[in-house]
């Protein structure tokens, strides 16, 4: 049976329906939770939380990858009572968004040690959670180039994704070449692997998507949503128009198979604000408008939500 873990277990691939496959129940950096200014109680947690999941269901959402990795607020057993609230599957991941969120414990570790440390988490489970990752992020620190800790982590990453046939999700895919190259090294084809941040304000230039999607590699336009037209909109956003432009170039490219969509949304940020009027549910309320009014028909709709992360997702071994 092929399948995919969610937090509350392995569930057939036929089960996941529409995927959103970059979001975030919570995020926030490492040591946010210790600032007083920012506890949110889990009643406030919850509030903000469960209804946009419930919408997300409503719009005919069926699973919700959430891309928090390790140090960000990954909160494991409130993600299984959300999920079993909603009826939302819920994803989580083993990993790290970057280097630069990796506090110093995980940022001295060895490759071995990180590498168990993720095998464990997708093949035992989570803390005690009992719960297995379903997918490993891993991510480009601040600057613009890999460290030695972003490449530790993704070589790490990529001896786990080949053990347990778990895909890759990565933060931002500027500066490739060299984790195009740890992937070889370590036998991962790049079709495990998600490239994402492909679409945002600040990458998209100096993300090469076509070259990367000619070398198998999955590439992520999610950030969907992060617009220049909010009230307040953050520093990665990107003129509405102008994304969705740069999307339908690339599918039109022939690229379709390779792409997967999602808004990057957090349901309840962690030590921020957060980015008002975003939300994951921009997928239904906003993008799959925008496609339709753009001629895309609704097999290729079915493609991006549903086949492409259904196939991406799914346990390789
Ligand atoms: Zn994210």
Redesign the pocket.
């Known amino acids: 049976m092929s399948r995919v873990n969610t937090v509350l277990g392995p569930i057939p691939t036929e089960e996941l329906g529409i995927v959103a496959v970059?979001?975030?129940i919570g995020?926030g950096m490492p040591g946010s939770e210790l600032d007083t200014r920012w506890w949110k109680s889990p009643e406030e947690r919850y509030a903000e939380t469960v209804p946009k999941l419930r919408r997300f269901r409503e719009y005919g959402g069926g699973t919700f990858v959430d891309?928090?990795g390790i140090c960000n607020g990954r909160d494991v057993d409130y993600y299984k009572s959300l999920s079993a609230k909603t009826g939302v599957h819920i994803v989580a991941c083993t990993g790290f968004?970057g280097g630069d969120t990796a506090l110093p414990f995980f940022a001295r570790a060895s490759v071995d040690y990180l590498t168990r440390q993720f095998v464990h988490e997708i093949t035992v489970g989570i803390g005690d959670t009992g719960s297995r990752a379903g997918v490993i992020k891993v991510g480009v620190s601040r600057g613009g180039r890999m460290t030695e800790l972003d490449k530790r982590i993704y070589r790490a990453a990529a001896r786990a994704a080949v053990t347990t046939g778990v895909p890759i999700l990565t933060?931002l895919a500027i500066d490739p070449e060299p984790a195009v190259a740890i992937f070889a090294e370590e036998g991962l084809p790049l079709d495990r692997v998600l490239f994402?941040?492909a679409d945002d304000g600040v990458n998209a230039p100096n993300t090469p998507d076509v070259w990367l999607a000619e070398r198998g590699g999955r590439i992520g336009f999610?950030?969907f949503g992060y617009e220049t037209e909010l009230d307040d909109p953050p520093f990665w956003a990107r003129p509405r128009r102008e994304r969705l432009a740069h999307f339908l170039d690339f599918i039109g490219k022939g690229y379709l198979d390779k792409a997967l969509v999602s808004a990057?949304a957090n349901c309840s940020p962690l030590g921020w604000p957060g980015v008002k009027r975003h939300t994951v549910n921009y997928l239904f309320e906003d993008l799959v408008p925008d496609l339709r009014e753009a001629g895309v028909d609704e097999a290729t709709i079915t493609t991006l939500l549903v086949d492409n992360p259904a196939d991406f997702l799914t346990i390789t071994t």
């Open positions: 970059h979001e975030h995020y891309a928090t968004v933060h994402g941040h999610d950030t990057d």
